[in-house]
């Protein structure tokens, strides 16, 4: 067994790190990146954030790693820019939009009229292409396949929905929900009631539970952090 070094040891104890997830980082590439400046093996994150989301991410090390399921099933809050007029098929900027819609008839009243449908307990299905699993694999792995992927309705809870700025074909959004929501189907979900399609075109988580992005750290400030530490020890 590997002896810890001093530094090292109030990580293997345990830490609840609040890392603001760059753009374009899977929430596995900021553990990678933890677990390998820190140099212990346990380490995991609390709920994933998409690639082309930012925002926070509480990453657990050592022993806290048990209180994981603990942190990902408190209330999450984001802000969201939903694209209107158009369609994906990740339902977000991963993919290229087609089915150009007009926005004739879309107006601030339309779409809270919508938004109603959309708040307090609701029946959603997830993306295609997540990370959900079936059969023991990740669905995205045969919807990029080209292959027919079913996926059923689950249970979420929209504790706020509501209009931060309108701009079309862009609309900025606040959201509070329960864990398990995906936000990228809430704007499917709008553009097609709204009967104009929509994509989710901008995300970044606010906080989880009582855990606010404003005091989380960057990546790469924790990473600057970490190095001077080991530097000097």
Same mark, same amino acid.
């Given at each position: 067994m590997i002896e810890s070094a001093p530094w090292q040891l109030p990580f293997v104890e345990g830490k609840v790190l609040l890392i603001d997830k760059p753009l374009t980082?899977?929430?596995? /590439?900021?553990? *990678?990146?933890?677990?390998?400046? $820190?140099? $212990?093996?346990?380490?995991?994150?609390?709920?994933?954030?998409?690639?082309? *989301?930012?925002?926070?991410? $509480?990453?657990?090390?050592?022993?806290?790693?048990?209180? $994981?399921?603990?942190?990902?099933?408190?209330?999450? =809050?984001?802000?969201?820019?939903?694209?209107?007029? *158009?369609?994906? @098929?990740?339902? /977000?900027? =991963?993919s290229a939009p087609s089915g150009f819609a007009s926005l004739d008839g879309v107006t601030p009243e339309a779409f809270e009229s919508v938004l109603n449908n959309f708040r307090?307990?609701?029946?959603?299905? @997830? @993306?295609?292409?997540? *990370?959900?699993?079936?059969?023991?694999? @990740?669905v995205y792995l045969a919807a990029r396949k080209g292959l027919e992927v079913t996926m059923e309705p689950r249970p979420v809870t929209i504790h706020a929905f509501e209009v931060v700025d309108w701009r079309l074909p862009e609309v900025d959004v606040r959201i509070v929900c329960s864990t398990g929501t995906y936000i990228r189907s809430l704007a499917n979900d709008v553009g097609a009631a709204l009967g104009c399609g929509g994509y989710l075109s901008a995300l970044r988580r606010t906080r989880i539970g009582a855990f606010r992005v404003e005091d989380a750290q960057t990546l790469e400030g924790f990473l600057s952090e970490i190095a001077s530490v080991r530097k000097n020890s």
């Open positions: 980082w899977t929430s596995f /590439d900021v553990v *990678a990146k933890v677990r390998g400046s $820190i140099g $212990i093996k346990k380490v995991g994150h609390a709920g994933t954030l998409d690639p082309l *989301a930012t925002g926070l991410l $509480i990453v657990c090390t050592g022993k806290f790693t048990k209180k $994981i399921n603990e942190y990902m099933g408190l209330e999450k =809050e984001y802000r969201g820019t939903f694209t209107l007029g *158009a369609v994906t @098929p990740t339902f /977000d900027l =991963e307090g307990s609701i029946l959603q299905v @997830p @993306p295609i292409f997540s *990370a959900i699993k079936q059969g023991g694999k @990740p």
